[in-house]
């Protein structure tokens, strides 16, 4: 297959404001031997897209093609015969033509070259759409809820922004497990969104005590696990819902961070305190830097992680007990990541579930 020599890319010339985001022509990506060729059709939008644009997060180089996660359809195939021979490269059946979800860092450009490794095939049945809305929030809540804490049947589990994308999966996954679920949103049309996915107790945060709210809901004992992906804004509030022997398990700072506790902090109720590191593995495309893993999510290291909770997600999606919801398509412009990115950053704003970037036609 003939590719074109150039193609276009949403990129950052440095850290900044939303002004910084740009459309600009690049290499086409020189593809390593270990590496699958994707070209991308649809482009998930993530909350760690405005971390790596404002700087919380090192950018070793500019410009930086900026996404973490696309979903599209394979051009070619590694070249390396190891790779072709190894056992978990043949379990995921890669074809040419075949629709992939991809995790990595530089995923908003037209064609992308990534390691086997950060592509997964989705099922022939699932549009395009859904699979880049999928890979991020789903990896995320499979592991986050078996190894950050284990949910469990009768277990009582709280969810801050329980009506975004993020949120509406751990709700449904925390519920296949048995569990209550007590989640906070901005709205009623939200509030009954969530609802329509399991949540039992939902909290406008707008209008109600968040604490005491859930204290009432829980006779005063507190909650199991609370999953918070807001950060600095519902932090410390997070100690007072927990139980004697919770869980906090800190998985975002859409607020911004935290400021430092100390750990006398969770002696009072010997609570437990987890920040998972990020559920993606940041590779950079080569017409940006060298084309390197640059970390490696705690939980999604061995193959046979990758393939354990790949599967999970599959079988989550085949299922319908994950259902993606898609709640905003935007342009593939600067502009339209712009738009984007401040629609994911406003509190109390419209998202309600996964937004996205329309790269290309399939």
């Known amino acids: 297959m003939a590719f074109p020599s150039t193609i276009q890319a949403i990129t950052i010339p440095k850290t900044g404001g939303l002004e910084v985001i740009e459309k600009t022509s690049l290499p086409f990506p020189q593809q390593k031997p270990d590496e699958v060729i994707v070209k991308i059709v649809y482009g998930g939008v993530n909350t760690i897209d405005t971390y790596f644009r404002k700087g919380l997060y090192p950018v070793p180089s500019f410009p930086l093609v900026v996404g973490v996660e696309a979903a599209g359809i394979i051009v070619a195939l590694p070249t390396d015969e190891s790779v072709l021979n190894d056992k978990w490269y043949q379990l995921r059946e890669y074809k040419v033509g075949g629709k992939v979800a991809v995790s990595g860092l530089g995923a908003f450009a037209e064609y992308v070259s990534y390691p086997w490794k950060s592509v997964f095939p989705m099922p022939d049945e699932l549009s395009l759409e859904v699979a880049a809305g999928t890979l991020s929030h789903a990896l995320t809540v499979v592991t986050t809820m078996t190894e950050s804490y284990d949910v469990k049947k009768d277990d009582i589990i709280f969810i801050h922004t329980v009506a975004g994308g993020l949120g509406l999966l751990y709700t449904a996954y925390a519920k296949s497990r048995g569990a209550t679920v007590i989640g906070t949103t901005s709205t009623p049309e939200k509030a009954e969104l969530a609802k329509s996915y399991g949540a039992d107790h939902v909290i406008l945060y707008t209008q109600e005590d968040t604490v005491k709210r859930t204290l009432e809901i829980t006779n005063g004992e507190g909650v ?128 309600a579930g996964k937004i996205l970037i329309k790269i290309a036609d399939a």
């Open 224 to 351: 199991h696990a609370v999953f918070d992906g807001v950060g600095k804004d519902t932090f410390l509030a997070d100690f007072d819902i927990l139980r004697r022997k919770g869980t906090l398990v800190l998985i975002g700072n859409a607020s911004g961070p935290p400021d430092p506790i100390s750990p006398q902090k969770l002696s009072a109720k010997n609570l437990k305190l987890l920040r998972p590191r990020q559920v993606l593995i940041f590779t950079y495309l080569r017409c940006t830097v060298p084309n390197d893993v640059f970390s490696v999510y705690g939980y999604i290291v061995t193959p046979e992680e990758a393939h354990h909770y790949s599967q999970e997600v599959s079988n989550a999606l085949k299922s319908g007990l994950f259902k993606i919801r898609i709640c905003s398509v935007y342009p593939f412009t600067a502009e339209g990541v712009q738009e984007a990115q401040r629609e994911i950053t406003t509190p109390g704003g419209k998202l």
